[in-house]
Nanobody, 122 residues
Framework: QVQLVESGGGLVQPGGSLRLSCAVSGSIRSQNVITWFRQAPGKEREFVAA???????AYSDAAKGRFSIIRDNAKSTVDLQMRSLKAEDTGVYYC????????????????WGQGTRVTVSS
């Protein structure tokens, strides 16, 4: 089993920054990728960023150039550093673990955290 716990969400102004953290525990070596998703009110869950054990990284178009996904093996965390935040970044952010190659598909993930809410507003 894998346990994932998100933290770091909150209220930030447009243009501001926020760093989310996903604490990972359990049988993480059985998973190929740790991924951040988000879900805005009334919308489906969408891919944000992913990092494989090899260090290979993927970002959504919305995240490219603004967000960074960072893995700390010593602390067993995968962080999402968000900069230049926009109102459309508002939503609940989740981390998830998968062995699937379909890393952008929420349905491919077996393990999820409870989420942390991010609100971007002035």
């Amino acid at each position: 089993q894998v346990q994932l716990v998100e933290s770091g969400g909150g209220l930030v102004q447009p243009g501001g920054s926020l760093r989310l953290s996903c604490a990972v525990s359990g049988s993480i070596r059985s998973q190929n990728v740790i991924t951040w998703f988000r879900q805005a009110p009334g919308k489906e869950r969408e891919f944000v960023a992913a990092i494989r054990w090899s260090g290979s990284i993927a970002y959504s178009d919305a995240a490219k150039g603004r967000f960074s996904i960072i893995r700390d093996n010593a602390k067993s965390t995968v962080d999402l550093q968000m900069r230049s935040l926009k109102a459309e970044d508002t939503g609940v952010y989740y981390c998830a673990a998968s062995r699937s190659v379909a890393i952008r598909d929420p349905g491919a993930y077996d393990y999820w955290g409870q989420g942390t809410r991010v609100t971007v507003s002035s």
